[in-house]
């Protein structure tokens, strides 16, 4: 099985597209443990969906990824990536951004719960040493980081995102 997680209007050929509703399983990946048994899954997509949880809320969500993942199961992860926004605020050049509504802070970080759908708010951000350092920790020894976005993920936010690819060992 492969599963593509937080999904939203994303869909993966090949894939169990999962997310809070309108998905082939609606599942609250908040909610652990999950619905799918120890060591079933092959391949996890989490595109744009671990910002959306607390710093614990995403190391249990990737603890819950290596539990399910069998052996040699593959996790790829896409997230903002901290460092381009903290790059952009140092310099003032958001050129490398395109443009995107994310470089306002507050949306990127949080913000004012009455600005956004508060499941689409944004509760942690990432750089590539502190997700690796986290999927370190979670049992994910061995982190790839990508220089661009593998076929699977959404380019949507392909400026603004930091990709990585863990193995289950």
């Known amino acids: 099985m492969k599963l593509n997680l937080g999904c939203g209007k994303h869909r993966l050929d090949g894939f169990v597209n999962v997310d809070l509703t309108g998905s082939d399983q609606d599942v609250d990946l908040s909610v652990f443990p999950w619905p799918w048994e120890d060591g079933t899954v092959e391949e996890i997509v989490a595109s ?47 050129s490398p951004l395109k443009g995107y509504k ?30 690796a350092y986290t999927l370190d920790n979670e049992g994910f020894p061995t982190v790839w980081y990508l220089a661009f976005p593998r076929d699977c993920d959404n380019l949507d936010y392909e400026a603004i995102s930091l990709y990585v690819t863990a193995v289950k060992l």
């Open 48 to 94: 744009h969906v671990l910002e959306h949880f607390s710093k614990e809320g995403g190391r249990t969500f990737i603890e819950e990824c290596h539990r399910v993942l069998s052996e040699g199961g593959v996790l790829h992860i896409a997230v903002p990536d901290m460092d381009k926004f903290i790059n952009a605020h140092l310099t003032g050049d958001f």
């Open 102 to 131: 994310w470089t306002d802070l507050n949306h990127l970080c949080g913000g004012d719960e009455t600005e956004h759908n508060p499941a689409q708010r944004h509760k942690y951000m990432y750089s590539f040493e502190s997700l």
